[in-house]
């Protein structure tokens, strides 16, 4: 019983750990994505500021954060797994 415990719920190896580095570039690459999109929408709109109001921005300042945050926690969970296992 221990062996099936430990095969499938142990420590996985140091390879894993690239695991949390694809995700951190993959919510940067959002980020930025959805920040040149964002821009753009604004340049693009800025005439017509009805489409450009509070809720908007409201909702675009918390997709971006939402983005910046998972990018700093999976490089913050990359950053341990790669030194734990040293």
Do not use: W
Request: charged content about 10%; proline content about 1%; glycine content about 2%.
């Amino acid at each position: 019983m221990t062996n099936i415990m430990n095969k499938y719920f142990g420590p996985l190896s140091k390879e894993y750990c690239v695991y949390f580095y694809y995700l951190s570039i993959f919510f940067f690459l959002m980020y930025v994505i959805i920040l040149i999109a964002a821009i753009a929408f604004i340049i693009k709109n800025y005439k017509d500021f009805a489409k450009v109001n509070l809720s908007f921005v409201i909702n675009l300042a918390m997709v971006l954060i939402n983005m910046l945050l998972s990018y700093f926690v999976n490089r913050l969970l990359h950053t341990m797994c790669v030194n734990s296992i040293q």
